[in-house]
């Protein structure tokens, strides 16, 4: 439901034509999800989404679309999996994130959204955790086997779940993103 509980946030159907009425009838940041009926995760997520949906309503339009049933739009914007929300700004894509996300992913779309800026997603510990575990794995094959390479990417893997938290990391990020 809409800011006053009368108007439905579901769009069924939408060609492209009328999505992009919608994307030039407003200046705000409009965050589109792309979902189905047959989709559990979809499902999952719905009531997450349309909760923020509603909670930034003054930031944020929140569009669902059908993705079944509008392929013109999920074509143009080249969605390959679902769930997948986007959020559009001035005819810009500013943030993609495609697959489930708990709450905090979501929340953190929405509020990078509402400010116009790209959204940066937490690791959860259970990614964090896959990514050290199977980066360690990795690094002992490549050790036990002599392919450096191997361990090389267990090294690489094992990095992708601290990253975040290095501090040299984030000096050497903020070098270049100054320029």
């Known amino acids: ?98 697959g489930a996300q708990g709450e905090s992913g979501y929340r953190a779309i929405f509020e990078a959204s509402a400010k116009g800026v790209k959204a940066s997603l937490p690791l959860t510990q259970f990614d964090r955790l896959l990514r050290l575990g199977g980066g360690g794995l990795f690094i002992l094959i490549g050790i036990s086997t002599n392919n450096w390479i191997v361990a090389g990417v267990g090294g690489l893997l094992a990095f992708l779940g601290i990253y975040d938290r290095c501090p040299i990391w984030n000096a050497f990020v903020k070098l270049f993103q100054r320029r």
């Open 1 to 98: 439901m809409g800011a006053g509980g009368d108007r439905p946030l579901c769009f069924s159907t939408m060609n492209i034509a009328e999505f992009q009425q919608k994307l030039s009838s407003t200046d705000k940041p409009i965050v589109i999800d792309f979902w189905a009926a047959w989709c559990a995760p979809c499902m999952m997520t719905k009531p997450i989404l349309e909760k923020l949906g509603r909670e930034f309503s003054a930031e944020v339009e929140f569009l669902p679309i059908n993705a079944d049933e509008s392929r013109e739009i999920l074509e143009h914007f080249r969605v390959f999996g679902i769930p997948t929300v986007i959020t559009v700004q001035h005819g810009r894509e500013i943030n993609r994130v495609t």
